[in-house]
């Protein structure tokens, strides 16, 4: 496994495990979750076990060749991080038409299914999701690899409104932060976007620090702290970084939460927190059940 501008590659032998038969012999189509411009999304299920999985499939036809390469990567991250707190990868299929890529599903669908029924979370139910979503990131980070695009859509559910054992996903944007090399990229979503992504200045592990206190707010509040109906008006807002906390959605809010929050919203990313040092924060750490 090989890196290259931020993107692992993988070698001949590591490409011998794809499988080269139709997935549809293996697995049956239950419904799709998602059907975009270059792929779709099923929930499988496994013919002889009955195991449910989820499965991206790309066209080929529809590559160009920037995302071939993105598609081995996300592979190859997902191969790297195996951990309890990330999606896990099942396997991969390779036909002359598609690449499929079969990972573990999800019953609880992501977060943002939660916020169908309610406005916000509790900031006790916040605490729960971000010190996990922190561990998932640790591992990440620890092999200096960068999400990009943490948000709440990319935050799955074990179960159905539940908030306990959850797990990252997507890594399709996600770099390999390969000392001596700069990476640049203006990647991801808008409204969880770091400054210095819009700067197109070098990309750094504190991208998804950025992210997370964006998560943390729209979480506790229901909206995202700089996202407003204009683009334009979103970027200008995110490039000032100006976090307001308004009585009416944050009223309830304590201060170690806004404390909390704001040490993420910091334009200077030299001066955002590590991962390491959010998880042991004061805010997160009181009142914390022993296990």
Not at 86 to 99: G, K, M, N, P
Not at 167 to 175: A, T, V
Not at 221 to 249: C, M
Request: glycine share 6%; aromatic share 6%.
């Amino acid at each position: 496994m090989q890196c290259n501008k931020g993107l692992f590659t993988l070698d001949e032998c590591e490409k011998k495990v794809f499988l080269k038969n139709p997935v549809d012999e293996s697995y049956k189509v239950v419904s799709i979750v998602f059907k975009g411009k270059y792929g779709i999304v099923r929930k499988l299920i496994h013919k002889k076990t009955g195991i449910l999985y989820a499965a991206k499939s790309i066209k080929k036809q529809t590559l160009t060749d920037n995302w071939t390469p993105s598609i081995h990567h996300e592979i190859a991250v997902l191969q790297k991080c195996k951990s309890k707190s990330i999606v896990r990868l099942h396997e991969v299929f390779e036909t002359a038409s598609h690449v499929t890529i079969v990972m573990e599903y999800m019953v609880g669908g992501d977060l943002q299914s939660i916020f169908e029924k309610r406005e916000c979370l509790s900031e006790v139910e916040t605490k729960t999701v971000i010190a996990q979503l922190l561990e998932s990131v640790r591992i990440l980070h620890h092999q200096n690899i960068v999400h990009m695009d943490i948000k709440i859509q990319n935050v799955l559910l074990s179960k159905p409104n539940c908030l306990e054992n959850i797990k990252l996903c997507d890594f399709g944007i996600s770099k390999f932060l390969e000392p001596g090399r700069v990476v640049r990229a203006l990647q991801g979503t808008l409204d969880y976007l770091a400054p210095e992504l819009l700067k197109r200045d070098q990309i750094t592990l504190k991208v998804d620090v950025w992210s997370i206190g964006v998560l943390t707010y729209s979480l506790v509040s229901g909206y995202t702290p700089f996202g407003v109906q204009s683009q334009e008006e979103t970027i200008r807002n995110i490039t000032r970084g100006i976090v307001k906390f308004d009585e009416k959605l944050c009223g309830s809010i304590t201060v170690g939460c806004i404390k909390f929050i704001k040490s993420m919203l910091v334009l200077d990313p030299k001066l955002r927190p590590t991962v390491d040092e959010l998880i042991k924060h004061v805010w997160l750490t009181t009142g914390k059940r022993s296990s």
